[in-house]
């Protein structure tokens, strides 16, 4: 049975300037051609009386294009209509489409979805493509526009090629084990080719996963009470996120204000002054959480002394209230939060560190899922590499291939579909 004609309107929510109407699936030719007459060449813009099929009454003037499948982006003949983005003329746009035999509303990721199936991107780029709809920085937008170019499934595909070349060296041992034990050359020659193979893979899984990228570093900022820790969460957001006063214990809860510097997401976090002796019932459970904080920091901000300093791998320690000669002997960065002094030598350390933690730009960033799957991808290979019976080998091969296929899903996802396309908006 053909699919269904889908339609929605994929640019943003009306009132706008423009908005478009997109339509796929095998009854967008007739669907064009009773809202706009005959269809126009392939992929040029035309203008056109839109005028309702039944009563021929104009709805709009506009823009429109065809694009006959399957080189498009949904796999399926598509048309767009490039409508003015009034609401009264989009509801009776999509009035006149719904009235066409055939032809429905989409729903929302459906347009990805049927692209997905179609084979014209594959899961990881679909993921990818989520995520450069919800980017909001710099960084986030370049990683997962290459990454829904296919940065990341030319990888898989790499690998998935030359793990093929290992079942074949496989399969030409089984077809001769009857002649002769099997060669302990060539046995070694495959074990050192997937040793190789899963070195790559592990390098892949120390880089740092994308959720960091995409849902901002963790940077706590910690030390002891009325150290400056407010103030300069407030100095670096550029609003009064927290109480500032200048009574210690002032701050008890967790304050989170995202922010973006240098086109990199960051969530900062004011914590309460940590001190041991703490009488007040309130700020000793404030100080429990400041602590778990640090536990799940990316990043410390540390105000308070040298010796006290928490222990974690990404620490900048700061000498605050500069402008009151505070000196800290040893300090990376010297900042009074009060005068914005050293503030913006603060920000450059911060990029620096950041970039240490954040997936490298023009390489893969892997996401828990598909971290998940390169571990059983990982795991598979070790075990094929210990493996003495080549029939063993085999199926762990077959295992790792498996894993692989998951990632880009040419197998086993269909639990996941639903969640990554209902993230979508509708019209996308
Ligand atoms: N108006 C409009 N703008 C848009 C989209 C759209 O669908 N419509 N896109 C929707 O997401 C994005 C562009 N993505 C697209 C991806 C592939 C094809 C496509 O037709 N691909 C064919 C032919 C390519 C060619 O002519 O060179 C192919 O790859 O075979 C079109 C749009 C962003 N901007
Ligand atoms: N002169 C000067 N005073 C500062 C500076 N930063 C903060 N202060 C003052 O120090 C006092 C405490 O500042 P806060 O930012 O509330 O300190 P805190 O570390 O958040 O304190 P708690 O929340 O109690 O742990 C306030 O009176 C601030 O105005 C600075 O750079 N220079
Ligand atoms: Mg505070």
Redo the contacts with the bound molecule.
């Keep these: 049975m053909s699919p269904d004609t889908i339609f929605a309107v994929s640019s943003g929510a009306p009132p706008s300037a423009i908005s478009?109407i997109?339509i796929s699936g095998p009854h967008s030719g007739a669907a064009l051609t009773a809202l706009a007459g005959e269809l126009p060449e392939p992929?040029r813009a035309v203008l056109r009386s839109l005028k309702h099929p039944v009563d021929s009454h104009i709805l709009d003037s506009a823009l429109v294009l065809w694009?006959p499948g399957p080189?498009?982006?949904t796999g399926e003949d598509c048309a767009?209509l490039h409508c003015h983005g009034g609401r009264a003329v989009i509801v009776a746009v999509s009035a006149a489409l719904g009235a066409i035999d055939g032809c429905r509303p989409a729903e929302a990721g459906e347009f990805t979805r049927r692209a997905f199936a179609n084979g014209v991107m594959d899961l990881a780029e679909a993921e990818a493509l989520s995520d450069l709809l919800a980017a909001e920085t710099e960084r986030q937008r370049k990683q997962a526009l290459d990454q829904a170019g296919g940065l990341l499934s030319r990888q898989i595909e790499d690998w998935r090629q030359r793990l093929l070349q290992g079942s074949a060296l496989v399969e030409s041992e089984l077809d001769f084990s009857d002649e002769d034990d099997v060669d302990a050359a060539s046995a070694e020659k495959l074990r050192r080719f997937l040793s190789d193979l899963a070195s790559e893979v592990e390098t892949a899984l120390a880089t740092p996963p994308a959720e960091r990228l995409h849902d901002g570093l963790r940077v706590v900022i910690a030390g002891p009470p009325n150290a400056g820790k407010s103030t300069l969460l407030n100095r670096l957001v550029q609003r009064e996120a927290a109480i500032v006063t200048d009574i210690a214990g002032t701050t008890r809860d967790i304050i989170e204000a995202p922010v973006t510097l240098n086109g990199i997401a960051y969530i900062f976090t004011d914590t309460a002054g940590l001190r041991e002796d703490s009488a007040d019932a309130v700020e000793a459970i404030g100080i429990n959480r400041a602590q778990q904080a640090l536990v799940r920091a990316d990043i410390v901000l540390w105000l308070g002394a040298a010796w006290d300093k928490p222990d974690h791998p990404a620490l900048i320690d700061i000498a605050a209230k500069a402008d009151l000669g505070a000196d800290k002997a040893g300090a990376d960065c010297v900042v009074s939060a009060k005068t914005g002094e050293g503030v913006e030598a603060l920000i450059s350390q911060l990029t620096k560190l950041a970039q240490t933690l954040l997936p490298p730009l023009d390489q893969p960033a892997w996401n828990a899922r598909q971290r998940g799957l390169l571990r059983a991808f990982a795991e598979a290979l070790g075990r094929a590499q210990l493996g003495e019976d080549m029939l063993v080998v085999g199926e762990e091969l077959r295992l790792a291939r498996l894993a692989l296929d998951q990632i880009t899903g040419r197998s086993h996802v269909e639990d996941m579909l639903d969640t990554l396309f209902g993230k979508f908006c509708i019209g996308k």
Excluded: D, G, K, L
């Design positions: 478009v997109r992929r694009f080189r498009t982006a767009e």
